[in-house]
């Protein structure tokens, strides 16, 4: 992907997704770090709530200083509300304000924390953890749903920002992948579920890819990091302010 050496930071690398996309870059000779709200790992990790935007400003600084430079930022951290969204007034008003909060204004302090030292350099990108809920209007989680489009809405607000400096800026938008967040949605409705309707993980999920994925199977953390190094690499040098789907079909815009 000529991305050996290239300076890269992860948010929410520590596990799922932004765990495999970390991995993927280091994979390719890339100095990566890692900011989570989990406790560090190792020194290659930096503790820090994406709500809390003077912490990533601290560990934005910290990276430059440790890498030289930033070439590539990836805002993979994101929360569901944990209930079940079906209809919407199921939910109070009050469970909508994390959600938004980590997921879209938490992408937003991500961005404004790096991107002084991703303008440093050029042709360096900024891409975002979206969702396929964030373009059909996902029924089971409403705040998720609508975090996530706010995230597409501000990744395209940023590409057309960061052009003239030679920074592209992408969004991932998954579909079924067994991550944590996946299996909180599953147990948010088998809770809103009388006892006799439930269903077992595994029957559930593969129930629901049947119904809206065309080709039928789950897609994978490793599958939505190589669309992370491709939206980095220089084979992507024309492609800005676009949401790459890797849904197994779930999504499809005539």
Not at 70 to 98: M, Q, R
Not at 187 to 200: G, I, V
Request: with cysteine.
């Amino acid at each position: 992907m000529q991305l050996k050496d290239n300076a890269v930071v992860v948010a929410g690398g520590a596990s799922g997704i932004g765990l495999a996309i970390a991995q993927a870059f280091s994979a390719e000779g890339c100095r990566v770090g890692v900011v989570d709200i989990a406790e560090p790992a190792d020194e290659h990790a930096l503790q820090a709530d994406l709500r809390d935007y003077p912490a990533l400003q601290g560990a934005a600084a910290t990276f430059r200083k440790r890498f030289g430079r930033i070439d590539h930022a990836v805002c993979a951290a994101a929360i569901g509300s944990g209930k079940y969204g079906f209809p919407f007034w199921n939910l109070k008003p009050k469970d909508w304000t994390e959600v938004v909060e980590v997921n879209l204004l938490g992408a937003v302090n991500f961005a404004h924390a790096f991107t002084p030292h991703l303008i440093e350099g050029s042709k360096g990108s900024i891409t975002f953890l979206a969702s396929v809920a964030g373009q059909t209007g996902s029924q089971t989680d409403p705040p998720y749903s609508a975090a996530k489009a706010g995230v597409i809405n501000f990744m395209q607000c940023a590409a057309k920002d960061l052009a003239p400096y030679g920074i592209r800026a992408n969004a991932i938008s998954p579909g079924m992948v067994k991550t944590s967040l996946n299996q909180s949605v599953w147990k948010a409705l088998q809770d809103s579920l009388p006892e006799e309707k439930r269903q077992d993980y595994e029957t559930w999920a593969q129930a629901k890819i049947s119904n809206i994925a065309p080709l039928d199977q789950w897609q994978t953390p490793e599958e939505c990091a190589a669309a992370a190094l491709f939206l980095a690499s220089p084979l992507a040098r024309n492609i800005t302010g676009q949401t790459l789907n890797v849904d197994g079909g779930q999504v499809m815009h005539s």
